[in-house]
C-alpha cells in the first residue's frame, strides 16, 4: 500500500490531477470527534499503509491541531508526519495533491514527505481581496489600509514564494511563476474577473480550472470577500523528476531515507554546520531547476 496521505477536511481533497492519483484520507471533525475514534482511525491508517503524511493548514482551529499532536504522542508512532507549511488553504490543497500524485511513485516514505517542502518553492499561491484591513499574513502598509476604505477597491496579494500586494487596476500587475504552470481559481463573497481575464494570461497559465473555497479561506485572508487563486506543476513525471534530481541520506536520529535538511517523521534535523547547509541547500535549489528547463525543454520539443 503506498503512503497514506491524510487532509483534515473534505474541501482540502481536491480533484484527482491523472489516473495515478492516490485517493486521499479525509480526517473531518478531528476537534470534536472523541479522543478513542482519533486514536484508531490514525492507528488503522499505520497498520495499513506503513506510514501516513498528514498535511494541515495553519489556520485550522488550534483544537485540531493539538489533537494531532495528542494522538501522535500517545500512539508513540514515528510513522506520522505532521505536515504544515506556510501556504494559503487553497495552495495546500493543490500540495496535498501532488504528494498524492508522488504517492503512487517508488518514493521511500521520509523522501515523499520531504518532497513537500521542496514542492513548496514551485507553488505561487495568492488572492484577489476586497479588503486588507484584517489581512496578517502579508505586509500592508497604512497607504493600502487607507485604500481599503474606498468602495469598491480590490487588491491582488502573493503570499508565497514571496509577498506581493497591489491594488487592482489597468496597470496592475505580480510577479508570478518563470515555468510553465497551471491554475487552480477558488471564489468566494467577491465579483472580480481579474485572475482569469488579467493574471491567469500574464503569467501564460497553461490550464485553469475552478474548486471550492476551502474553508479556512476566509479565515487566513481576514475577509470572505476572496478569490483564492494558485499556479503549480500539474505534470507527475515533472515532480518525480524534480525530487529525484535531489540527493538523499538517511535521517541521523531514525535512520529513514529524506531530502533536505529536516526529517518530517521525527522532526530531527540535520547535523551539518549552518554555512553547510547553506551550500547544500543552494547546490540542490540549481540542480532542482536545471533539471526543470531540460524536462521543460524536452516537452517542447515533443509537443512540437
Not at 474606498?150 to 503570499?159: E, K, L, M, N
Request: contains cysteine; charged residues 15%.
Amino acid at each position: 500500500m503506498p503512503t497514506a496521505i491524510a487532509v483534515t477536511g473534505a474541501d482540502m481533497a481536491l480533484p484527482p490531477q491523472d489516473e495515478r492519483t492516490v485517493p486521499p484520507t479525509v480526517l473531518p471533525d478531528l476537534d470534536k470527534e472523541p479522543l478513542e475514534r482519533s486514536l484508531a482511525v490514525l492507528q488503522s491508517l499505520v497498520d495499513q499503509h506503513g506510514h501516513v503524511i498528514v498535511v494541515c493548514s495553519k489556520a485550522v482551529p488550534k483544537a485540531v491541531e493539538r489533537r494531532l499532536h495528542t494522538v501522535r504522542s500517545l500512539l508513540e508512532s514515528d510513522r506520522i508526519a505532521l505536515f504544515r507549511p506556510d501556504l494559503p488553504p487553497l495552495g495546500l490543497a493543490v500540495l496535498a495533491r501532488q504528494l498524492r500524485q508522488l504517492a503512487s511513485c517508488d518514493l521511500s516514505p521520509g523522501v515523499l514527505a520531504s518532497a513537500g517542502r521542496l514542492l513548496t518553492h514551485y507553488i505561487h499561491a495568492g488572492a484577489v481581496l476586497g479588503s486588507v484591513t484584517k489581512l496578517d499574513r502579508v505586509p500592508v502598509d497604512l497607504k493600502a489600509h487607507t485604500k481599503s476604505w474606498v468602495p469598491g477597491s480590490q487588491f491582488g496579494v502573493i503570499a508565497h514564494p514571496e509577498p506581493q500586494l497591489v491594488r487592482i487596476g489597468p496597470e496592475a500587475t505580480l510577479k508570478g511563476p518563470e515555468f510553465a504552470t497551471a491554475m487552480l481559481v477558488a471564489k468566494g463573497q467577491l465579483q472580480s474577473d481579474w485572475v482569469t481575464g488579467t493574471l491567469a494570461p500574464a503569467w501564460n497559465v497553461q490550464g485553469l480550472r475552478e474548486a471550492p473555497l476551502p474553508a479556512e479561506s476566509p479565515s487566513w485572508w481576514g475577509t470572505p470577500k476572496v478569490i483564492e487563486f494558485c499556479s503549480f506543476l500539474p505534470d507527475l513525471s515533472v515532480l518525480y523528476q524534480l525530487v529525484a534530481s535531489v540527493r538523499q541520506g538517511a535521517c541521523h536520529w531514525c535512520g529513514i531515507d529524506v531530502i533536505g535538511d529536516r526529517c518530517v517523521f521525527c522532526s530531527a534535523t540535520s547535523p551539518l554546520t549552518e554555512n553547510q547547509q547553506s551550500n547544500y541547500n543552494q547546490q540542490n535549489r540549481y540542480s532542482q531547476q536545471n533539471q526543470y528547463n531540460q524536462q521543460s525543454q524536452q516537452n517542447q520539443l515533443t509537443a512540437g
